[in-house]
């Protein structure tokens, strides 16, 4: 779904918004659609981004910011920034080289890279293109199957290949009303990296995902490997408690980037509710409208531990390919450690909830 498209400057784009303009070019309108689109009246999706416009950084000044430190760890990992590759399904429509390219960057970026179960690409070739580039931390996000051995022989594979975590998606039991891909009755592969058996693939299909799933099965997917699991898709304090209460090491607060369910809040805007309800006993992250360095800077302040990039990369990646990817991941570290200057911290260790305010509010 990839047109023929003149070669693009990547050194003339300035900020990760750049690229979706010149994505919209290159793909065919279905495949750009389905990963531009939300659900309903698309309106998380809008707000996603708009909300980090809500807050506001309180900066120190007279500190000394020369050296400036926006390395951190997920997991106990290390990564050169505080920023992952969301998980995104079906990468070939963005680019050919679809998740191996995206992997081989962030490996070279030092950040985290975390693969979808409805890859492209199979999770051991990813996983092989990664280590290529210098290797990396790297996570596999699960879609539970009604078929359980299928979910638990997608966790052994990860496992042997490398992958440091779970990510376990929690947030769709049913796929959310996307109207943009029903009015160009677009067309989902008939093939899946993970799945290549035309019996497995009548088997995802059909399968994906199981409804039937509660909390009582964490512990049964925690059994399968010993991996840390991390809980995909928290929106409300009682779920973030919840999700430690049952073994969880990380949470994603997420709105599934506005694809589920419609006027669900901005992911940023129940951050600091998750945070507090967690109360450290796991790791906090978040995805959804992350546009820019500064909106990194924000989730930190609020408690999260990191911040996860989707759309923007894919973006990216089919403008550039894997150096696409690898020049938006440079943009938004550069952003970042601008804006750390900026703000008067020289680690991100440093960042918090003194240095942010809701607009609408008179104090921190």
């Given at each position: 779904m990839v047109s023929q498209p003149q070669e693009v400057d990547l050194a003339r784009i300035r900020n990760l918004r750049d690229f979706e303009a010149l994505a919209a070019e290159r793909l065919e309108r279905s495949a750009f659609d389905y990963i531009a689109g939300g659900a309903g009246d698309e309106r998380t999706l809008v707000d996603n981004v708009r909300a980090f416009?809500?807050?506001?950084?309180?900066?120190?000044?007279?500190?000394?910011?020369?050296?400036?430190?926006?390395?951190?760890?997920?997991?106990?990992?290390?990564?050169?920034?505080?920023?992952?590759?969301?998980?995104?399904?079906?990468?070939?429509?963005?680019?050919?080289?679809?998740?191996a390219a995206t992997s081989r960057a962030a490996a070279r970026s030092?950040?985290?890279?975390?693969?979808?179960?409805?890859?492209?690409?199979?999770?051991?070739e990813v996983a092989a293109a990664?280590?290529?580039?210098?290797?990396?931390?790297?996570?596999?996000?699960?879609?539970?199957?009604?078929?359980?051995?299928?979910?638990?022989?997608?966790?052994?594979?990860?496992?042997?290949?490398?992958?440091?975590?779970?990510a376990l998606t929690v947030d769709l039991p049913v796929a959310g009303l996307r109207e943009r891909d029903e009015h160009n009755r677009f067309?989902?592969?008939?093939?899946?990296?993970?799945?290549?058996?035309?019996?497995?693939v009548a088997a995802v299909v059909g399968g994906f995902n199981d409804a039937s799933l509660s909390w009582d099965d964490l512990a049964w997917l925690r059994g399968l490997s010993g991996l840390p699991l991390v809980v995909k898709g928290i929106?409300?304090?009682?779920?973030?408690?919840?999700?430690?209460?049952?073994?969880?090491?990380?949470?994603?607060?997420?709105?599934?980037g506005g694809r589920q369910l419609d006027r669900t809040p901005a992911s940023v805007d129940v951050l600091a509710e998750v945070v507090d309800a967690v109360d450290g006993r796991a790791e906090v992250y978040l995805d959804g409208g992350v546009c820019r360095g500064v909106d990194v800077l924000t989730a930190l302040a609020l408690g999260a531990r990191g911040v996860f990039v989707g759309r923007p990369l894919a973006y990216a990646l089919a403008v550039g390919g894997e150096a696409g990817v690898a020049r938006a991941l440079e943009l938004m570290g550069a952003e970042l450690?601008?804006?750390?200057?900026?703000?008067?911290?020289?680690?991100?260790?440093?960042?918090?909830?003194?240095h942010v305010r809701h607009a609408g509010r008179a104090g921190p």
């Open positions: 416009a809500r807050y506001r950084l309180r900066p120190n000044v007279l500190r000394d910011v020369s050296m400036i430190d926006a390395a951190t760890s997920f997991l106990g990992q290390p990564v050169s920034l505080p920023v992952g590759t969301a998980p995104m399904a079906y990468q070939h429509f963005a680019h050919p080289e679809a998740e030092g950040v985290l890279f975390c693969l979808s179960t409805m890859s492209s690409r199979p999770l051991e990664a280590d290529e580039a210098g290797g990396g931390p790297r996570w596999f996000q699960l879609y539970v199957h009604r078929d359980r051995s299928l979910s638990a022989d997608l966790v052994a594979r990860a496992q042997t290949a490398g992958y440091s975590a779970i067309a989902y592969p008939q093939q899946f990296g993970n799945f290549v058996r035309p019996e497995q929106l409300t304090g009682e779920d973030g408690a919840l999700a430690v209460e049952h073994g969880a090491s990380g949470i994603v607060v997420s709105n599934h450690r601008t804006d750390m200057a900026l703000l008067g911290v020289t680690r991100v260790e440093d960042i918090g909830r003194d």
